[in-house]
């Protein structure tokens, strides 16, 4: 190890690896604030954050989605895929407007506010890049540096501020994390909003169509993953959150358009799709970059009054040392991010079919 702190990349701990995963920290609701704001417009109920994370939830709501459209999926085939006779009132193009609109919004919202949070939570341009690393690594005080910090503590009989480091170089610094700067807010809220999106198939079912393998995979796999990742707090939903909100953003705005039949030059409908694709590649890869990661979290540790016999001096100084801690420091954060990966390879093989599908059949279409 050199003198300074430093970050490192290399093959995680094996602990983290291990299967099954370890129980989900205890559930911690995201901190209530005094007045409006519009980075925390509402605060969350203890009761419904609790209940909106109990496993039954996203699993009974997946199960019941899947059968809901495999039903309606039939009764459209028996009907010969008409529209339901709703779909020819203006108040129909109103909800579908309205609920377009609203998730770029929402989408739009989060977006920003995971980029505030974010900024706001980079230490001081003079801070060394693994004081970057514990704000983007550790994502609440409860799981703090990890076992290592952890069974230092308990070793040496003292506490050690996890918010707090010192390493004799680029002075005091006092980090908070991104979920409690406002990710634990965010990640919820992107939690709760993949069942509202539920409604996208819904507004397909009522038009007559029929909604694909795609879309169901899709939705009822988002649900379950953005659930694992909420319990087990896991870093790298900064990279999910932030990746798919602004997607999103652009995507409803499209549909947005579409709805009020607003022509809109196909090409932006392909680089769409271009992103949604590119955005699991991308966000894959960010996210598995996390359990490679490892860097010295500085701890300043005080001392009791020593005695120097030479010079009949008493000396109270400090000590300060550093433990090398991994980015992910648990199993369950780990199987969070392997359940994703499981979920986005066969999702994004899936879009390049449709994308190949779709797009080669209007270039025929074009050229008839």
Known sequence: MSSAPSVYFGLPEARILRFPPRPHPPLIRPASQVGFSWDHPIDIPSTIY??????????????????????????????????????????????????????????????????????????????????????????????GGGRLLSDYSAANNTSVSLATV?????????????????????TWMFYMSKYYEIMDTVLLLVKGKRVSFLQIYHHAGVIICTWVGTIY?????????SFNTGIHTLMYLYYSFTTLRIKVPVFIKR????LQIAQFVLGGVSSWLYVFISYDSPMDI??????????????????????????????GQVFALL??????????????KFFGRTYKLEAKQKAL
């Open 233 to 241: 707090r896991t870093p790298q939903a900064v990279v999910g959150v």
């Open 166 to 186: 010192d390493d004799g170089f680029s002075g005091t610094y006092k980090a908070e994390s991104l979920w409690e700067r406002g990710m634990n807010y965010y």
């Open 302 to 331: 005080p001392l009791v009054a020593t005695e120097d016999k030479s010079d009949n001096q008493i000396y109270v100084g400090r000590d300060v040392r550093s433990n090398v801690v991994p980015c992910m420091n648990n199993s």
């Open 50 to 143: 609790s209940l909106s994370l109990d496993a039954r939830v996203p699993l009974f709501t997946a199960c019941f989605y899947i059968t809901f459209v495999c039903v309606l999926n039939y009764l459209n085939k028996r009907r010969l895929y008409r529209p339901w006779p709703i779909t020819r009132t203006l108040s129909f193009t109103y909800i579908a407007f309205a609920h377009n609109i609203l998730l770029s919004l929402f989408s739009a919202w989060v977006f920003l506010g995971v980029c505030r949070t974010v900024i706001s939570s980079l230490p001081p341009r003079s801070s060394a890049p693994y004081h970057i690393a514990d704000v983007f690594c550790r994502f609440d005080r409860g799981q």
């Open 271 to 274: 680089t769409l799709t271009r």
């Open 339 to 352: 359940l994703s990966t499981l979920y986005l390879v066969p999702l994004t093989q899936l879009f390049v």
